[in-house]
């Protein structure tokens, strides 16, 4: 299978190459992506094809559940050099719908460290519990808690110290929420979206 994916990578390199023949050397000059995008690793999620993007214009962290933890120096690290390094100024918080962590974190049975990683979608679950209460079918619920779980993601995203500081020096940064469709491949805004101005009125900034 190893063979398979290098062949794979070749073929596609050649059929880049022909049809852009400097494409790769200027790649490799440079990176100067517009957006920075938080999402889930689910395999069926990636970044680059769903947004119709070209590599080098999205710079991505995935993690189970695209969960904002406070704690994560990997997702705090990449933040801070999409910000301060790459002067991106359009961060996005993407989940999707059938996600397998939020069923995990559903479910009442034990998922080993999982269980760890998805305990603030379970502390989610808790707080809107009346809201999601009222959906008869499991799986429309858990497709609104992964809605809920993209929105406190935006939440917790402009709340760290790295997105204050940007906006206190003027920085122009927007952090928004989408979730994506397996079913039919599209992107859906979730209306969240905090920037500068409205960081400054909910007292982020």
């Given at each position: ?11 596609w ?59 994560d ?29 939020v ?22 679950a ?80």
């Amino acid at each position: 299978m190893l063979n398979d994916l290098l062949r794979g990578n070749v073929a596609w390199s050649a059929e880049r190459h022909a049809k852009e023949p400097g494409y790769f050397a200027r790649l490799a000059t440079r990176q100067t992506p517009e957006f920075f995008w938080i999402g889930c690793s689910d395999s069926r999620v990636p970044a680059n094809v769903i947004a119709g993007l070209d590599p080098g214009e999205v710079f991505v962290h995935r993690n189970v559940a695209n969960v904002i933890h406070s704690s994560d120096m990997n997702m705090l690290s990449a933040l801070e050099f999409a910000v301060e390094a790459l002067n991106i100024r359009e961060i996005i918080v993407c989940g999707h719908y059938g996600c397998g962590g939020v069923r995990a974190a559903t479910e009442d049975m034990p998922h080993g460290l999982a269980d760890h990683w998805l305990e603030p979608i379970r502390r989610l679950a808790r707080r809107y519990a009346d809201q999601l209460s009222v959906i008869e079918d499991v799986e429309t619920r858990r497709d609104r808690l992964s809605e809920l779980n993209v929105i406190e993601g935006v939440a917790r995203v402009a709340e760290t110290p790295i997105l204050r500081d940007a906006w206190r020096r003027g920085d122009p940064v927007k952090v928004h929420g989408l979730i994506y469709g397996l079913r039919d491949g599209l992107l859906r805004n979730l209306d969240c979206t905090i920037s500068r101005e409205a960081a400054q009125l909910e007292g982020f900034a």
